[in-house]
Every structure is written in C-alpha cells, then in structure tokens.
C-alpha cells in the first residue's frame, strides 16, 4: 500500500481532536479529496474534509457531546461541518446515489469505500488517506495527477447528468492540474450537455467561473471552452480572450491580477452586456462595485507622464483602482520590456506610496464663519481642487487661509 507523510496533519491540535471523537469501534474516518490531492503534489493545503463510515446524525451526536459548534445544512446529503478555532471541517458520511436530477441528488449512506468513490467526479478527487498516511486510491488518480490527466470516474455522461456543475468543474480542475490535452469524448459531452448549465444556480456557476479566472492558466482554459461553444452559458457579451493571456504574461508571480479585473478585461465595453453578465452570475455586490469602477473609468483613463499627473490620478481613483487601470493600460497594445517594465515598476512605486490626506474637513469651513448650508460643500471642494494643484503641499492652516480668501 502506498503511504504519504501527513505528519503536519496529525500534529495539527484541531485535526487531532476531531480524529479522537471520530475513532469509533467498527467505523473508519479518512481525509478525502482536495486536501490529499494537493498534498499529493505538494500543494498549499485545500480545505480539511474527511468521509466517515458513520451516519450523519451520530457525527453530530459525537460533536455536540464534545462541544464542538457544528453547521448541518447538508446533514440530509450527509454532511456536517465541524467548527474548531475559526476552522471549518467538513465531515461527510459515504454514501451511493438514489437518485439525482442534474442538480440535487437522493442518497442512502453505506460502509462501503468504493461504492462511495464510485459517486465522486474526477479520479484525483476519489484519493483517500487515513491518520497513518495510508492511500486509497480505487481509480488511479495518484497516476493521474501525475501526468495531469483530468478524468472522470466511470461513465463520463452519468456523471454528468449526475450534476451538470460538473461540466465546470472539468474545466477548473483542468486550469489547476492539467498537463495533457483533455480527452476529446469527455470535451465532446461537455460540450453537448453544455445547455443544461442553463438549470443550475447562478451561484454555483459564479464560484466555479470565479475559479476558473483566478487560475494561472484561465487563458488557455477559457480559450478551449469558447471553442467548445460553453463559455456562451456565462458571459453575455463578444469575449477578448487576448487581455487575459497578456494578463497572465505579465503577471506570473501573481502580484497585480485579481478576479475583477480579469473580469473586465475580458467583456466588451457594451454595459448592457456586462450588466447582462453580472445580474445572470449574481456577483457580490464588493465585486461589482469595483467591476463597474474600471468600466467607468477605463476608456479615458491614461497614465501621467509626470509625478504630478500620477499622484493627482492616484489620489481622485484611489490606490486599487489606479492599479487595475495602469494594468488595463498596460496590456491594451503589445509593449516592449522597456514599456511593459516601465508600468510595472509604476506600481510598485504607487503600491509603497501613501495616499496624501486632505488635512481640513467641514468643520473647518464652519469654524471659518461659514453658514451651514450647501456652500459648506462646495468651499471644500474648491479648497481641496486647489490643494492637488499645489502637489498637495498646502498645511491645514494653508488651507483654512484659502477659505477665507474665496
């Protein structure tokens, strides 16, 4: 049997707690999924989540009995998430589909291992590891994360059918872990059952799309999905798959680029497609705010030439949204080392820089014999247009002596 080091696991206070109250008589707990795929290769650690062979309401009776807080939303599909020190552990029973509709799925819980990862979709996801290091591996996803092979277990169009997000999730994991070219039966279906993604809930489309875009490899995998004539389920718009390669170019140790501003690189300037896009995906409200700032800004935005223009820019948009832009900028035409190093040394300067404060408020205006009102507003706005003229330099004194010679 082939074994793994999970010795940072087993040293870990919380994991050992929960594998103490877990260690039942005739019963078996493992961790399962993620966290062992990507210890597998070595890879920052996902999320904890253990299969158990014990039923989702004895779990909780263990948990409870131990005061451990617990959230059971999933207790009817067997899941129950353990709550220790701020950490989420997910603990899921196995289990074998009764019945499933492409989104939700009727289960009945089992003992038995391999019926369990019979269920699961991709064989890199079905890997399994006791508390001693002991791999399980019924579909040769160890072979398969090796060479970076993407592969449904069994019968890739059941599985599908199973649950539709899965066609996402092929081509996320495929971002993440992809070393070969997919398997052109798999794409096939992928792409035959691609209008079903229309059924699923627009929040489980956005996290895997999110996913997806935050890879370092979303160009090549957006690319292949546009191709396959999927990617038409999620963005309403003309896509220009070209910003994100250049994107992605210039941005290999992953300082500058994020979510959104992937995002809008990719969608045309049209606001009634983008808004199409980001109503359908239901996109926190955090995201949108910052999506619809580039929008608004980005077709006049131009870098300054001088520290004057760049610091005036700086302060009216903002550090985070001058950064997106200078990026967005950035790879508008191809640019060579000299350009490309230019910009990015711009934000490296503006990233260590601190944003000047307007040193008076409106109760200096008041204070300056100022009737309160609307002029209040307005004499500050003047005052403060003045101020980033003068390279922000003027004092609050300065300031207030301005006030009075308006």
Same mark, same amino acid.
């Given at each position: 049997?082939?074994?793994?080091?999970?010795?940072?696991?087993?040293?870990?206070?919380?994991?050992?707690?929960?594998?103490?109250?877990?260690?039942?008589?005739?019963?078996?707990?493992?961790?399962?999924?993620?966290?062992?795929?990507?210890?597998?290769?070595?890879?920052?650690?996902?999320?904890?989540?253990?299969?158990?062979?014990?039923?989702?309401?004895?779990?909780?009776?263990?948990?409870?009995?131990?005061?451990?807080?617990?959230?059971?939303?999933?207790?009817?599909?067997?899941?129950?998430?353990?709550?220790?020190?701020?950490?989420?552990?997910?603990?899921?029973?196995?289990?074998?589909?009764?019945?499933?509709?492409?989104?939700?799925?009727?289960?009945?819980?089992?003992?038995?291992?391999?019926?369990?990862?019979?269920?699961?979709?991709?064989?890199?996801?079905?890997?399994?590891?006791?508390?001693?290091?002991?791999?399980?591996?019924?579909?040769?996803?160890?072979?398969?994360?090796?060479?970076?092979?993407?592969?449904?277990?069994?019968?890739?169009?059941?599985?599908?059918?199973?649950?539709?997000?899965?066609?996402?999730?092929?081509?996320?994991?495929?971002?993440?872990?992809?070393?070969?070219?997919?398997?052109?039966?798999?794409?096939?279906?992928?792409?035959?059952?691609?209008?079903?993604?229309?059924?699923?809930?627009?929040?489980?489309?956005?996290? /895997?799309? #999110? $996913? @997806?875009?935050?890879?370092?490899?979303?160009? =090549?995998?957006?690319? *292949?999905? %546009?191709?396959?004539?999927?990617?038409?389920?999620?963005?309403?718009?003309?896509?220009?798959?070209?910003?994100?390669?250049?994107?992605?170019?210039?941005?290999?140790?992953?300082?500058?680029?994020?979510?959104?501003?992937?995002?809008?690189?990719?969608?045309?300037?049209?606001?009634?497609?983008?808004?199409?896009?980001?109503?359908?995906?239901?996109?926190?409200?955090? /995201?949108? #705010? $910052? @999506?619809?700032?580039?929008?608004?800004?980005? =077709?006049?935005?131009? *870098?300054? %030439?001088?520290?004057?223009?760049?610091?005036?820019?700086?302060?009216?948009?903002?550090?985070?949204?001058?950064?997106?832009?200078?990026?967005?900028?950035?790879?508008?035409?191809?640019?060579?080392?000299?350009?490309?190093?230019?910009?990015?040394?711009?934000?490296?300067?503006?990233?260590?820089?601190?944003?000047?404060?307007?040193?008076?408020?409106?109760?200096?205006?008041?204070?300056?014999?100022?009737?309160?009102?609307?002029?209040?507003? =307005?004499?500050?706005?003047?005052?403060?247009?003045?101020?980033?003229?003068?390279?922000?330099?003027?004092?609050?004194?300065?300031?207030?002596?301005?006030?009075?010679?308006?």
């Amino acid at each position: 049997m082939k074994t793994i080091n999970v010795k940072h696991w087993t040293s870990d206070k919380d994991i050992k707690i929960l594998f103490s109250i877990l260690k039942q008589k005739n019963e078996e707990s493992r961790f399962i999924g993620g966290c062992v795929r990507d210890l597998l290769i070595k890879k920052k650690d996902a999320d904890i989540d253990m299969a158990t062979t014990i039923v989702p309401n004895k779990v909780l009776e263990l948990l409870k009995k131990n005061n451990i807080k617990t959230l059971t939303s999933g207790i009817s599909h067997g899941t129950v998430i353990a709550l220790i020190n701020k950490r989420k552990f997910e603990i899921t029973t196995l289990r074998k589909d009764i019945k499933t509709d492409g989104r939700h799925a009727v289960v009945e819980f089992t003992k038995d291992w391999i019926i369990d990862s019979k269920r699961r979709d991709f064989t890199i996801n079905a890997i399994s590891c006791d508390f001693k290091g002991n791999l399980y591996d019924y579909h040769n996803g160890i072979g398969d994360l090796k060479k970076g092979k993407i592969n449904f277990i069994g019968d890739t169009k059941k599985r599908i059918k199973e649950d539709y997000l899965r066609i996402l999730r092929f081509f996320r994991f495929y971002a993440y872990y992809g070393k070969q070219n997919l398997n052109r039966i798999d794409l096939q279906f992928c792409k035959d059952y691609s209008f079903l993604l229309k059924k699923l809930s627009s929040e489980r489309i956005y996290l /895997e799309f #999110k $996913k @997806i875009l935050e890879s370092d490899y979303s160009y =090549k995998t957006l690319n *292949l999905m %546009k191709k396959n004539n999927i990617l038409k389920y999620i963005i309403f718009s003309n896509v220009d798959l070209g910003k994100i390669e250049n994107l992605e170019k210039i941005d290999k140790n992953k300082k500058y680029v994020n979510f959104h501003l992937k995002f809008s690189s990719i969608l045309s300037d049209n606001t009634k497609s983008l808004n199409k896009t980001v109503k359908f995906l239901k996109l926190p409200n955090i /995201e949108v #705010k $910052k @999506i619809n700032k580039i929008f608004l800004y980005k =077709k006049n935005f131009v *870098l300054g %030439k001088t520290k004057k223009n760049i610091l005036k820019s700086l302060y009216l948009l903002g550090k985070d949204l001058f950064i997106d832009l200078v990026i967005l900028e950035c790879i508008k035409k191809r640019r060579n080392n000299a350009s490309l190093k230019k910009y990015l040394n711009t934000i490296d300067l503006v990233k260590k820089l601190r944003l000047p404060k307007f040193p008076i408020e409106g109760k200096d205006v008041l204070n300056s014999g100022v009737i309160p009102g609307p002029l209040v507003g =307005k004499i500050l706005q003047q005052v403060e247009k003045w101020w980033i003229e003068n390279e922000f330099k003027p004092n609050k004194k300065e300031c207030i002596n301005k006030i009075k010679n308006l």
